[in-house]
Each structure stands twice: as C-alpha cells, then as structure tokens.
C-alpha cells in the first residue's frame, strides 16, 4: 500500500478577538466545516494511522473535532510546536520523522505553510490555478513517496481536494 498525507487547514477562526494570533478559536462557522470533513473521512473509511496537529487553538481544536468523528482513543493525536509558523521546511522535517511503518498521515496545520509545502510536493503546475488554494477547511490527500525521508520537490502526486464549503451539511 502506498504511503498518503493529508493536509487539513484549520477551521475558520475568530479574527476579532483580543487575543494573540496562537489563541485564536474556531468561529462557529469553523467548528461546523471542520464537522463536515471529519463526517466525509467517515464516509469514505478514511482513517490516519499517525495524526499531527499544530498546537495551536485553531489547529488542534480542528484536530480534536476530527479525530472525535474517525479515531479511537488508541490513535493520538501529536502536537508538533514546530508546525506553527515556522515555514514550510519545518513541516518536512517533522513529515521526515515519521515511522516508515505510518502509512497514512494527517497533518493539522496552517497557511501559509500547508500551501508552500503542497505547492512543492506537488509541483504549481499540477495543482487548480486559485487565488485561494487552501481555504479554510480544506483537506488535501497526496500519494507518497514510499519513505517520509525523501520528500523532494515534486515527489507527491495529488489525489484529491476537499473543501469543506463544497461538502453537504450532513454527509452521513
């Protein structure tokens, strides 16, 4: 079986909080979008064996409302300080430090990084020419190379795009 990652960006947050920019909550509107993806993995039987979150408010009240819809407690989720905004090249270092036993990796995140770290993987040119390529509750599955240690530009190949907005209020 061939090694996946799915990239998830967080739900829409509370912009107009007095708070600082890694405390900002989900909005209502984000907590249901993220909902409605949590429900299509369902849907689909998609399920992560190794889930990594930013940790984030944001980012891993995404992860917490997913992994709630399709994980059990077995499967953690891991908070990785170093998916918070520290650019795209951090995210492939943590990628790199998967077991090559995880086959399929769900990483929480946030923009830019999550778009800098598709646009390389991928390749511009294979991806849907958008001003907005990960909006908000956006879920990206990638085909892998066979080892998380060699994640050279290019290397991915793109499966699919789900945007939450897109997705029926109850996909179930």
């Known amino acids: 079986m061939s090694r996946e990652l799915w990239l998830l960006r967080h739900g829409k947050s509370d912009r107009d909080l007095a708070v600082d920019d890694f405390d900002r909550p989900l909005k209502k509107r984000g907590k ?15 399920t992560p064996d ?3 979150s930013s940790p984030a408010k944001r980012a891993i009240s995404t992860a917490k409302i997913v992994h709630k819809i399709i994980a059990n407690d077995s ?5 990785d300080k170093r998916l918070y905004q520290e650019g795209f090249e951090r995210l492939k270092t943590v990628l790199s ?20 770290l598709l646009i390389y993987l991928v390749g511009a040119s ?15 599955r990638l085909k892998m190379p066979e080892d998380w240690i060699y994640l050279d530009a290019g290397c ?4 699919s795009m ?7 209020e109850e996909v179930i």
């Not at 294979?126 to 990206?140: I, Q, W, Y």
């Open 75 to 79: 499967l953690p989720i891991i908070q």
């Open 50 to 52: 190794y889930f990594l």
């Open 162 to 168: 789900t945007y939450a907005k897109l997705l029926p």
């Open 97 to 116: 430090e998967c077991s090559i036993e995880n086959k399929q990796v769900l990483l929480v995140g946030h923009n830019p990084e999550l778009e800098d």
């Open 126 to 140: 294979h991806l849907p020419d958008t001003d907005k390529l990960l909006p908000t509750a956006t879920l990206v």
């Open 32 to 46: 249901q979008a993220v909902q409605r993806v949590g429900l299509w993995l369902l849907k689909e039987s998609l």
């Open 156 to 159: 991915a190949t793109l499966l």
